[in-house]
């Protein structure tokens, strides 16, 4: 070798080895004409190529960017063991190191006071006396909570490690810091690190991710419990007589059933990605059933022997959390809150956390209305009075301490004080306001807008009580949650022995027939694949493919999906990741409910049960802003692009805007995004899908089909009216400026899924109507109304094929079936009634 080669591959060898010891140095700067730019990738390809875990990697990168960074994960976990060490010391202070006879004057202090007032140094006991004064059972506790607080600390040590590494991997691989993070949403990092996987083989069993895949290895345990919730498999509902329906699912009982179900030592899962193969086999069923009915015993024993310090902790983190919120704004505890259950039962399969906090978020204000509605007359009356006897007391002791400060020094005067301030402003939770519009239609079909599942039965049942019941199960006061968090400690321990052991085998039933294994991903629950043709329920797809559907024999049961959850989700994860490729079956779903939604809009006469026309009336309750968003839609296809939305207006406008574009077009996209998105620094984390909107779904083929007719039904149509007051489309909508930047591409997606969720519940409608209608006709004896639709050779031969081949593309436009009379209630769209 010449000495001109050794030379070079010392320098090189050199090189390598400084970047190697630097590589973690945040003040190195990189170089485009450095030598270590060659080093650097090569290196990284061996670091990050073959994650054993991808399961946790990708859940942390996940975490990572929804937590801010690293130095917001280390202080937050920091705080937490902080607060535990205040929360045991400060209240074992207030239980043994306060003389509460001398601090309430029931004794005198012993050291003598001239001035007759109690010091503080007087109530406290002495530290060495205070010590002495533990028993037994108080040192059992602290040292329970020891033990927690050394594992806790252990596991904080663990994930600075970890995240340090994450940190690295964001900063070195996706070129990401953590200043930017704010400026990115997870669709964004969610594509950088597919690149990564192209370029570094994280996965070696498949070249490429999909999105799918990604979300399968974060929400792996998820989607089961989901599944579970929504199969009504797990013992959280129960029927108590004289108190109805009640559902019992706190953060105790979840943690303890995620514990036995997924990630415990003798949980089903061999490890996160990969189910015991005895668990696959039908042989072992009992046996492994009578396993974990045994584990789960032994589980419920323990947490019932820990019951005690569990419940003495949730008092105090109570105590110290609400006490002081509830005296400076006593109707926090009247407040409403979505429920544990009701975070499962409302999610879709594959949805990420800051995903249904968007959707739920969204949802929370017309629910609020919704259940402020609902008010007894009865207690109305008590609360009235109630509320008149203390606001009177109330006002004369404040008068009185204005007076003469003394009146404070009065025993239990400032309890008194607190007492009737609490009872005033609980008592004003349930007094309506005197300007409310009853309009519970209109509001539920807000509320579903957002949350998209609702049983059947609601519809039009609104205003019922029992309505008003079931949904206030998802959607629960404070004082309720809190009250279930303080009894958790005991009840938990109950379901774990009494409920949850006789479901055992059907839990071990459900793991072997709804677990696939996926290449790339390992086993994940069948319902997470969204296939429809599998999982979908035949009801919720008979209308879109043009079926006649109404004397259809249902696929079994036990592997459908309940509420179209299947359908749904499907239809969801195509908004929030529109460049995945579904599988055939699920991409003919889609593109059929787009052509039936294209065929609804071109019919020549407004029918009655138009679906299209109803969920687009019923979007219209979401208010003027939504409506003037779809409207958009249908009028200037152009303007969901956001850079195109931001400046709809003058020509003025549309100029600068220009501008601004080709003057940070030469940008890198992070820094044009930080420009274009300065507004939403702190918040994009929190956004759904790209920030690049176009539509999609049923709005993308209205778009596309270009709904000229629509003008024609503005004195019929609510919603319609949006389109009178724009005869120019290219005037868009920025006169009410609703298509500004900051609500195109927050709230554009939203509007999207949420015309296809009431569109879908209107189609599903639709075929009950016409199952009922058939089924009359087939049994004039037992149903009354008859049907215009009996069955034919025709609809019987489509029925056979819809049976074997359910994934059909739909038939020639405007080819609309019969429909049967049915009730008035059942033809109201969606929810809302005309009037």
Known sequence: MSMLNMERVGYQSLVTSFQREGMHDDNYPPSDHNLMVHVVPEHNKTRWNHVEDLDSFFTRIYY???????????????????????????GTFLLQCV??????????????????????????????????????HMWVVLLVALLFWLTRLAFVVYNIVYNWEIRAFYRTALGIQDSELDNLTWYDVQKKLRDVQRDQQMCIHKPDLTELD?????????????????????????????????????HGMKFNLEMLMFWGPWAPFENSWHLREDYKKVAKRKELAQSLSKRILWVGLANLILSPVIFLWQILYSFFNYAEVVKREPGTLGMRKWSLYGRLYLRHFNELEHEINARLVRAYRPAAKYMGIFTTPLLTIIAQ?????????????????VYDEDVLTVEHMLLLLTVLGVITAGCRTFIPDEHLVWCPERLLTAVVAHIHYFPEQWKGKAHTSRTRDQFALLFQYKAVYLLEELLSPFVTPLVLIFYLRNKALDIVDFYRNFTVEVVGVGDVCSFAQMDVRKHGNPSWQASVYDMDGSDLPAKNSYIQAENGKTELSLVHFTHTNPEWQPPTDSG?????????????????????????????????????????????????????????????????????????????????????????????????????????????????????????????????????NSFAQYPNPSMGIAHHRVTNHEFSTVEANAVDMSIDALYLHELHHLEKIRRRSTRSTMNPEVFSHTSTNPPTSTNLQSRALFQSQPQLHSGPAGQQSERGSGDNTEKTPLLFKHS
């Open 588 to 720: 003919a779903y889609i593109t059929n409910l787009k052509e039936r939604a294209v065929r609804d809009a071109n019919l020549p006469t407004l029918e009655e049960e138009n679906p299209l026309f109803a969920s687009l009336n019923s979007i219209s309750s979401l208010g003027d802003e939504y409506s003037n968003v779809v409207a958009s839609y249908m009028l200037n296809p152009n303007a969901m692009n956001v850079e195109q939305s931001m400046y709809v207006g003058t020509q003025q406008e549309q100029t600068e805007s220009q501008t601004f574009r080709n003057a940070t077009s030469s940008f890198p996209s992070q820094q044009r995004n930080s420009l274009m998105q300065g507004s939403f620094r702190g918040v994009l984390s929190r956004h759904e899908g790209p920030l690049q909107h176009t539509p999609r779904g049923v709005a993308a083929a209205l778009n596309q089909s270009g709904m000229s007719h629509l003008p024609s039904y503005n004195n019929t149509f609510s919603f319609a």
């Open 99 to 136: 003389d509460y006879p001398v601090l309430f004057k029931d004794k005198p202090p012993k050291t003598n006071s001239t001035t007759g007032k109690v010091s503080l140094d007087d109530a406290l006991i002495p530290a060495g006396e205070c010590i002495a004064n533990i028993d037994f």
């Open 385 to 401: 009075n109630v509320m008149f006897m203390s606001g009177a007391i109330f006002a004369a002791l404040s008068v009185l301490t």
């Open 64 to 90: 990572y960017h929804q937590k801010h960074g690293f130095i917001c994960i280390v202080l937050q976990d920091f705080f937490e063991l902080l607060q535990f060490i205040f929360v045991v010391i400060f």
């Open 214 to 250: 990604i979300y399968h290895r974060i929400l792996r345990f998820k989607n089961y419990m989901v599944a579970m919730v929504n199969k009504s498999l797990l013992p959280i509902k129960f029927d108590i007589p004289t108190v109805g329906e009640v559902v019992f699912l706190t």
